[in-house]
């Protein structure tokens, strides 16, 4: 199973952006799934998670802005409105995903880089 992050970009402050995160794989379930950043200097950090068992979380800084969401069990979106410079970062997609030759695992995506500017 592998996870393609997709959507990365170069957009104003307060503009808007919707990053993808498919799934690839034979056969798959998808428990959870969430988008991750990593700013220049920082740690990573969770920005949005979602699924069976974990509800849906936010980080407190893109609560309100930010939007998480499932489709066709093999992709997730995340919406990022009002976007801000402090946004800038590489995001990346991860999740719990069960599959029958390996059991449950955690794959990251490559990421995406996002940067918005002031």
């Known amino acids: 199973v592998q996870l393609q992050a997709s959507g990365g970009g170069l957009v104003q402050a307060g503009g808007s952006l919707r990053l993808s995160c498919d799934v690839r794989?034979?056969?798959?379930?998808?428990?959870?799934i969430g988008w991750y950043r990593q700013a220049p200097g920082k740690e990573r950090e969770m920005v949005a998670k979602?699924?069976?068992?974990?509800?849906t979380h936010y980080a407190d800084s893109v609560q309100g802005r930010f939007t998480i969401s499932e489709a066709n069990t093999k992709s997730a979106y995340l919406q990022m409105n009002s976007l801000k410079p402090e946004d800038t970062a590489i995001y990346y997609c991860?999740?719990?995903?069960?599959?029958?030759?390996?059991?449950?695992?955690?794959?990251w995506g490559q990421g995406t880089l996002v940067t918005v500017s002031s």
């Open positions: 794989g034979s056969t798959f379930v998808i428990n959870n």
């Open positions: 991860s999740g719990n995903i069960w599959t029958p030759s390996q059991g449950s695992i955690d794959p």
């Open positions: 979602t699924g069976r068992g974990v509800g």
